[in-house]
C-alpha cells in the first residue's frame, strides 16, 4: 500500500456551531403568559428575551463580562442593555438580514427591540415573579453530557502574561482502536480567558507528531500547518471551529466525520495574553455515532492573499477572488475571515443564468465577532456557478480597529497585525459521483479539488501546493504518467524536498515502474533518512517484488525510529513469513495488532501464514476480524472459506464464500470454489448452477469445463458432462483430467 500525499494547507478554518443551548426548556416557558400582556415586565416578555438570545454568553463563567440572568442583573444593567441592543452592538451579529438565511441567527427581531424599549422606559417593572420563566441552567463542563472519549493535552502551556498573541498547535493521539464516526466535538479550554478561538485538524498519518517526535507533548508553535492527507482522498470536509461562546459542534444526520487508529486530532489555538500569566491544558471531548456518514460534505476556499499589500491610509482597498464551480453543489456554511484592517465582507455566486444568490454580507466586520454561520437551508448552487468573494479593507487612521497609529504598509501574513482575506465554503456534492473530463466515474470532490487548484495554479503558476495536489489527485484518478510529469518537475524545482521525491515514487510504483520507484525511494532517503513514508513504501515495493531481505532490513529500520509503528511491524511480519522465519513472523504481527488491531493488511497476511501453517482456527479467528475491520476483498473471503473447510464448517464456508460473490460476482473463482463446496455437500444441481456462472464469466477456463463435467456425471446428465469435458480439452488439449475422465465416461457408457 501507498501512502499518497494530498497537502491541504489551512490558516484558521472554523466550524459548524450548533449551541448547545437550553431551548427545549425556553420554548415551553416562553408560551406562558399569552393571555394578558399589557405593559412589559421582567417576567414576561424580558427574561424569555434575554434567556433566548443572552445568558449563554452573560452567565457565570460565560464569555459575557457580567451575568443576565436575574431580575436584579437586568435591573442594573438596564441602560447599557437598552442602548446595545437598539445599536445592534448586542447579541453580536455580523451578518447583514437578506444575504443568506442563517441557522443560528442572533439578530433580535424589530418586536423584541419595542419590548426592550418599552421596558426600561417603564422603569423596568419586574411584573409577577411567580410567573417568571425558570433560569435555563448551565454547566461549566461538557456541555453535551460525558463525551464517549475525552483527549487532554498531555502538558500544559503557559501563556506569559503579555506580549503578541500567540499560536498553539496541541497533539492528540486518539486512542481508539477501530474506525469511529464523530457526531460531535466539544473542547474544554481549561482556561477560557486566554483562549481566542480554537481549530481542530485531522493529522491521518500522525505526520506532525513524527515530526516533532522529541517535544511534540508540549505543543508545537505556529498557525499554518501542512499535512498529509495519507493514502486516499480525504479533503478536510467539517468546520471544526470554537469558541468561547459557541462550546460544541454537532454535526447535521449523516455527515458524522470519520476517525481511524493510528490518527491525530490537532487544535490550532489562538491564545491572547491577559496581563497575568495563565496557563492552559485543553481537553477535546469526542462523541460517537455508529452510524456510518452518508454524505461527503467538503471545504473550499476563495481567497487572492498575493494581492495584499494595503498603502496606508487607503481608506477602501479592494481583494477579489472567483471559482468556478464544475458540478452542482449545496452549500452547508460558510466562515468569512479577515483580521482588524477588513471591513465590508461579502461573497455571491452567479448562475450560468445569471440568478445571483447572495451568500453573506458583513457590512462592519470585527475579527472578535468572528463565526461559522450555517445555512438553515442548503442553498443550490448549479454546475457552472461562479462564486465571488469582494472583501474591503480600511487602512486610514478613521478604521478604529486599525492596529497601527498612523496607519503602515500592510501586507498579507498570520500575525494578527498582517491581513488575511480567506472565504471558506461548505458544499454538499448533489451527486456523489460525477463524470471527470476523461468520462471516468470519480468522487465529485475531486473535481472540485482539481477546479480549485487550477484557479490557484492559473493565478500563480509557481504555486508549487496546488501543483502537488493536482499531481496527487491525477495519481488518485489513475493518471499515473501525469503525477510523473508533475512531480519531477516539482522534484526539479526543489531538488532537497523528500516528500516530493517520494511521492514521485509513488507515482512510478502505481505506473508499474516499481525499480525506478526503488530508486527513488532510496534517493528521498538520503535527501532525509527519516523520512518515515520514503522508508515505508520502498520497504514495501521490495516485498511485492521478492526482496524479502531488503524489505526487512527496511522495516527495521523504519522500527528503529519509530518502534511503534504498526504498519511496519506487519510489514515486517509479512517479509520474515516470506523469509521462512514463522516465530519471528509471529511475534512481529502480534505486535503491529497489539498497536492497531484493525490492520486489515496485517491481519490478512498473518492469516495465509497460519492457514499454510496448518492452523485453521486462528486463521478464521484472523480473518473475522479483518472482515469487521472492513475488508472487503474477495481473497479474504476465500482463504476463510479453506480454514472453514478444514475445520469441517462448511456452512461458514459457504456463507465465506456468498460474502465473497455479494463484494464481487464478477469473479469466477468464488463461483466454483462454492461450487466445489456445494458438490461436497451433495447439493449437485445447486453446484452445477454455480460452476456455470464461474464459466460464463470465464469462457475460456479449461479446469472450470473440466470439473462442471464431473458434476454432470456425478448427476448423472453424461451427455452433458461428455461435451464438457470435450470443450475443456479443446481448450487446453493437454488437460490430463479432462481426458481421463472422458475416457471413464466412455467406458463406463460402453458398459451400459
Ligand atoms: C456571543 C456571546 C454574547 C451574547 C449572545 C450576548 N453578549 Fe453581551 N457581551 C458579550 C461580550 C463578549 C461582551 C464584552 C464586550 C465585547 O467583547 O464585545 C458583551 C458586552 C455586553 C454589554 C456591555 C456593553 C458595553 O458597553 O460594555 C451589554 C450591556 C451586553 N453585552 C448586553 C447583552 C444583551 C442584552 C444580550 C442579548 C440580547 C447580549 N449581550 C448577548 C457577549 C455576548
Given at each position: 500500500m501507498t501512502r499518497t500525499v494530498l497537502i491541504t494547507r489551512r490558516a484558521a478554518p472554523a466550524l459548524l456551531i450548533a449551541l448547545a443551548s437550553v431551548t427545549s426548556a425556553l420554548s415551553q416557558t416562553s408560551a406562558?403568559?399569552?393571555a394578558i400582556v399589557p405593559t412589559p415586565s421582567w417576567s414576561h416578555p424580558i427574561a424569555p428575551i434575554l434567556y433566548s438570545?443572552?445568558?449563554?454568553?452573560?452567565?457565570?463563567?460565560?464569555?459575557?463580562?457580567?451575568?443576565?440572568?436575574t431580575y436584579d442583573d437586568a435591573r442594573r444593567w438596564s441602560t447599557q442593555i437598552l442602548t446595545v441592543t437598539q445599536s445592534r452592538f448586542m447579541p453580536p451579529w455580523l451578518p447583514e438580514p437578506g444575504y443568506g438565511d442563517f441557522a443560528d441567527n442572533r439578530r433580535l427581531s424589530a418586536e423584541d427591540l419595542d419590548k426592550i424599549k418599552g421596558w426600561v422606559q417603564d422603569g423596568m417593572p419586574e411584573g409577577n415573579a411567580a410567573e417568571a420563566p425558570t433560569p435555563p441552567k448551565y454547566t461549566s463542563e461538557w456541555q453535551l453530557g460525558t463525551p464517549d472519549i475525552v483527549l487532554a493535552a498531555p502538558e500544559s502551556f503557559t501563556v506569559p502574561a503579555d506580549g503578541q498573541d500567540l499560536f498553539r498547535n496541541f497533539i492528540y493521539p486518539v486512542s481508539v482502536t477501530r474506525t469511529r464516526y464523530v457526531r460531535a466535538v466539544e473542547i474544554l479550554?481549561?482556561?477560557?480567558?486566554?483562549?481566542?478561538h480554537a481549530n481542530i485538524l485531522i493529522d491521518r498519518t500522525a505526520e506532525l507528531r513524527r515530526q516533532y517526535a522529541s517535544d511534540w507533548r508540549a505543543g508545537i508553535p505556529g498557525m499554518e500547518l501542512e499535512i498529509g492527507s495519507g493514502?486516499?482522498?480525504?479533503?478536510?470536509?467539517?468546520?471544526l471551529f470554537w469558541k468561547p461562546d459557541t462550546p460544541a459542534v454537532v454535526e447535521p444526520p449523516g455527515m458524522a466525520w470519520r476517525i481511524d487508529p493510528g490518527n491525530d486530532l490537532i487544535l490550532n489555538i489562538h491564545l491572547k495574553p491577559t496581563g497575568r500569566v495563565e496557563t492552559v491544558q485543553p481537553r477535546i471531548g469526542l462523541y460517537f455515532t455508529d452510524k456510518a456518514p452518508t454524505r461527503a460534505p467538503m471545504l473550499l476556499q476563495l481567497e487572492h492573499?498575493?494581492?495584499?499589500d494595503i498603502p496606508a491610509g487607503n481608506s477602501h482597498f479592494v481583494v477579489e477572488d472567483e471559482l468556478r464551480l464544475p458540478i452542482a453543489v449545496y452549500a452547508l456554511g460558510i466562515y468569512p475571515h479577515a483580521h482588524y484592517l477588513g471591513k465590508q465582507l461579502e461573497a455571491w455566486s452567479i448562475a450560468p443564468n445569471g440568478a445571483r444568490t447572495p451568500l453573506i454580507l458583513i457590512k462592519d466586520w470585527d475579527i472578535d465577532r468572528q463565526s461559522v454561520y450555517s445555512y438553515r437551508k442548503p442553498l443550490l448552487l448549479p454546475a457552472g456557478s461562479v462564486l465571488h468573494m469582494r472583501y474591503i479593507y480600511d487602512n486610514s487612521?478613521?478604521?478604529?480597529?486599525?492596529?497601527?497609529n498612523p496607519p503602515i504598509r500592510v501586507h498579507n501574513g498570520?500575525?494578527?497585525t498582517d491581513e488575511m482575506g480567506h472565504l471558506w465554503l461548505q458544499v454538499l456534492p448533489v451527486h456523489a459521483i460525477e463524470r471527470d473530463r476523461h468520462g471516468h466515474d470519480s468522487d465529485a470532490r475531486m473535481l472540485l479539488e482539481r477546479a480549485w487548484m487550477e484557479h490557484r495554479l492559473t493565478r500563480d503558476p509557481t504555486d508549487r501546493l496546488a501543483a502537488y495536489n493536482l499531481a496527487s489527485l491525477d495519481s488518485m484518478s489513475g493518471n499515473a504518467s501525469g503525477a510523473i510529469s508533475i512531480y519531477s518537475k516539482l522534484a526539479a524545482a526543489e531538488p532537497t524536498d523528500a516528500r516530493i521525491a517520494t511521492s514521485l515514487g509513488a507515482a512510478q510504483q502505481q505506473n508499474g515502474d516499481w525499480r525506478s520507484a526503488i530508486a527513488t525511494y532510496k534517493h528521498a532517503l538520503t535527501l532525509d533518512p527519516a523520512y518515515t513514508d520514503a522508508r515505508y513504501n520502498l520497504a514495501t515495493v521490495e516485498l511485492q517484488h521478492d526482496q524479502y531481505d531488503a524489505a526487512a532490513a527496511d522495516y527495521r529500520a523504519l522500527l528503529q525510529q519509530h518502534p511503534d509503528d504498526a504498519a511496519g511491524h506487519g510489514g515486517l511480519g509479512a517479509a520474515l513469513a516470506q523469509l521462512q522465519q514463522p516465530d519471528a513472523a509471529r511475534t512481529e504481527f502480534d505486535r503491529a495488532l497489539a498497536l492497531d488491531p484493525a490492520q486489515t493488511d496485517t491481519l490478512a497476511n498473518y492469516a495465509s501464514l497460519e492457514l499454510g501453517a496448518n492452523n485453521p482456527q486462528h486463521t478464521q479467528e484472523l480473518l473475522t476480524k479483518a472482515i469487521a475491520a472492513g475488508a472487503h476483498d474477495p481473497a479474504i473471503y476465500q482463504q476463510l472459506a479453506f480454514a472453514d473447510q478444514q475445520t469441517r464448517h462448511p456452512e461458514e464456508a459457504e456463507a465465506a464464500l456468498r460474502s465473497a460473490i455479494a463484494v464481487?460476482?464478477?469473479?469466477?473463482t468464488n463461483h466454483s470454489l462454492l461450487a466445489q463446496l456445494l458438490a461436497a455437500r451433495g447439493d449437485l444441481a445447486s453446484a452445477i448452477t454455480e460452476q456455470q456462472t464461474a464459466l460464463r464469466i470465464n469462457q475460456k477456463d479449461a479446469d472450470g469445463w473440466s470439473n462442471l463435467g464431473v458434476l454432470h456425471a456425478q448427476s448423472g446428465q453424461a451427455a452433458q458432462a461428455r461435451s464438457d469435458f470435450e470443450r475443456a480439452l479443446a481448450l487446453d488439449p493437454q488437460h490430463a483430467q479432462a481426458r481421463a475422465n472422458l475416457a471413464r465416461l466412455n467406458t463406463g457408457a460402453a458398459k451400459q
Open positions: 406562558v403568559a399569552k438570545n443572552c445568558t449563554t454568553c452573560h452567565r457565570p463563567g460565560g464569555a459575557g463580562p457580567f451575568s443576565l440572568l479550554p481549561g482556561n477560557a480567558r486566554v483562549v481566542h493514502d486516499r482522498f480525504d479533503p478536510d470536509s467539517h468546520f492573499d498575493a494581492a495584499l487612521p478613521a478604521n478604529p480597529r486599525n492596529p497601527a498570520n500575525r494578527s464481487d460476482p464478477s469473479d469466477p
